[in-house]
C-alpha cells in the first residue's frame, strides 16, 4: 500500500493568502519527504471557488522538487483538453528531469462547464481532445521525431529528440475520466521507448486492426487476456492510445462478439429448404459446432446483445425461417432468443469441467464413477435415479443436444397458437 498527500481546491483566499499557502504545503512536502511518504499529488483547475490555488500542478511539483529528495511528484491531473500536447510533453519532461526522475504524470478529460468557456474549449469535445492528446503526448515522450495530426488543433511536425531523454524517467501515466468516475485514477506500465536514434516501425493502427489482435488474443490465451492493457501492448501503443479507437473493454467485446459471428453463414442451410423445423434444428447444430470450435467464443457471445452487421444478418435468416413457420413478428423474435441462449447455454455447459476430479481423470473415468454411484442408491428412496442412471451419465452429449432443440422447435407451433397472456 502507498500513502501520499492530496492537494484538491479547497483552500480559498478569504481562508488563507496564497503566499502563505505555498509557504504550508511546500513545508507539508518537506516533512512528508523526510517522513517517507510515497507521493504528493496536486490537481489543475480554475477560477470561481473550486479553482482554489491550483492552476500549474507542474509548477507547484516543480518547486516541491527544489526542496526534497525521494518524494514522487504526481499530478492529478492535467486536464488535457486545455492544452496543446507539446507544451505537455515539453513541460512534463522538463520538471521529470529537474526532480530527477520522480514525476509521475496523471491527466483528466475536464468536467467544469465554466472552464471550457473561459478557455473557449466546447464541452462536447471533451473526450476526443482528452485521447487524442494523451497519444500525442506519449509519442513526444517517446519518438525522436513525430508527426502528429492533433485532432481540433494544428498538426505538430516536431524534431524533439531532447524531450525523449528529458523524460526518461517519467515511468507512470495515470488517467481519470469523467464519463466513468470524475476521481477515478489508474495507473499504466512504463512507456515503450526506444532507443537513441531508433525509428519504430508504427503500422497504422485502425478499429479492423484492433478486432483482428483481439481475436487472435482469444483464441490463444483465452478470455481473460482481451483487457484493454494487454491488447494495446499486443499492439505496441499504450492503453490511452488504444482508448483513442475503441470506448473500453465493452466495446472491445461487441467488436470481438460480432467479429466472431462474421464467420458464420447460415445463408446456406437456410436455402435448403424443406421443413422449418429440421432446417432451425440444422442452424443451431451449426452454430453449435462452430462456438465449440472457438475458444471462449460462447463466454463472450452469451448475454451480450450486439447490433453488428454479422449479428443481424443471422438474425434476418433465422426469423425469415420463424416467419415462414407462421409465426408473428414477436413469437418469432422471442423463438429467435430462446434457440439463440439455448445452444449458448449448451456449449457453456460442455465446456466447464464436470467436477474437479476431471482435472486429473478423463470425462470417461467421471461418468463411469458417477454412474456407479447413482446405481447404489437405494432403490425404495431413489427409484426413478437409479432406472435412470445410464441415461444421466451417457457420453452422448450430441444426443442430449439434438433432443433439446427438438423439445424447443416442437413446442413452438402450440406456444404460438396459444391466447396471448402477455
Not at 494544428?154 to 464519463?179: N, V
Not at 483465452?222 to 473493454?249: C, D, F
Request: with cysteine; aromatic share 6%.
Amino acid at each position: 500500500m502507498k500513502h501520499g498527500i492530496s492537494l484538491l481546491p479547497d483552500c480559498r483566499p478569504a481562508r488563507r493568502p496564497a503566499r502563505d499557502y505555498f509557504a504550508d504545503v511546500l513545508e507539508v512536502a518537506r516533512i512528508a519527504d523526510a517522513a517517507g511518504i510515497d507521493y504528493i499529488k496536486m490537481t489543475e483547475h480554475y477560477l470561481k471557488d473550486y479553482g482554489g490555488y491550483c492552476p500549474s500542478p507542474l509548477g507547484f511539483l516543480a518547486s516541491v522538487a527544489s526542496c526534497t529528495s525521494q518524494i514522487r511528484l504526481m499530478t492529478g491531473c492535467i486536464q488535457a483538453a486545455f492544452h496543446h500536447p507539446v507544451q505537455i510533453a515539453a513541460e512534463t519532461a522538463m520538471v521529470d528531469a529537474i526532480s530527477d526522475g520522480r514525476l509521475e504524470v496523471g491527466f483528466a478529460r475536464a468536467w467544469l462547464p465554466y472552464e471550457f468557456e473561459a478557455f473557449g474549449v466546447p464541452l462536447d469535445e471533451s473526450r476526443a481532445r482528452f485521447q487524442a492528446t494523451i497519444e500525442a503526448v506519449l509519442r513526444l515522450w517517446t519518438e525522436e521525431k513525430v508527426t502528429e495530426e492533433i485532432t481540433m488543433r494544428r498538426a505538430a511536425d516536431c524534431a524533439i529528440g531532447s524531450l525523449t531523454s528529458l523524460g526518461a524517467g517519467i515511468t507512470r501515466l495515470a488517467f481519470a475520466s469523467p464519463a466513468r468516475n470524475r476521481k477515478r485514477e489508474g495507473a499504466m506500465p512504463p512507456a515503450r521507448r526506444p532507443g537513441a536514434g531508433s525509428s519504430p516501425d508504427r503500422s497504422p493502427v485502425t478499429v479492423t486492426t484492433v478486432v483482428a489482435v483481439a481475436l487472435q488474443m482469444l483464441e490463444e490465451e483465452g478470455l481473460e487476456a482481451l483487457t484493454m492493457r494487454r491488447v494495446a501492448g499486443r499492439l505496441g501503443m499504450q492503453a490511452p492510445s488504444l482508448y483513442w479507437h475503441i470506448s473500453g473493454k465493452d466495446e472491445l467485446l461487441d467488436l470481438v462478439a460480432d467479429a466472431l459471428l462474421a464467420g458464420l453463414d447460415l445463408s446456406a442451410l437456410a436455402a435448403e429448404g424443406g421443413d422449418w423445423e429440421d432446417a432451425l434444428i440444422g442452424l443451431a447444430i451449426a452454430y453449435r459446432d462452430y462456438l465449440k470450435a472457438r475458444r471462449d467464443a460462447a463466454r463472450v457471445l452469451a448475454g451480450r446483445f450486439i447490433a453488428g452487421p454479422a449479428f443481424i444478418r443471422n438474425s434476418e435468416i433465422m426469423l425469415g425461417l420463424l416467419h415462414d413457420a407462421g409465426m408473428p413478428t414477436r413469437d418469432a423474435t422471442y423463438a429467435l432468443h430462446l434457440i439463440v441462449t439455448y445452444v449458448q447455454g449448451f456449449v457453456l455447459q460442455e465446456t466447464v469441467p464436470m467436477s474437479a476430479q476431471e482435472a486429473a481423470e478423463s470425462r470417461g473415468a467421471t461418468l463411469e464413477q458417477l454412474r456407479a454411484t447413482l446405481r447404489d442408491l437405494p432403490p425404495a428412496e431413489f427409484p426413478r435415479v437409479r432406472d435412470g442412471a445410464d441415461d444421466l451419465t451417457s457420453a452422448d452429449v450430441d444426443g442430449r443436444f439434438v433432443f433439446g432443440i427438438k423439445c424447443i422447435t416442437a413446442g413452438l407451433p402450440r406456444v404460438t397458437a396459444a391466447p396471448d397472456e402477455a
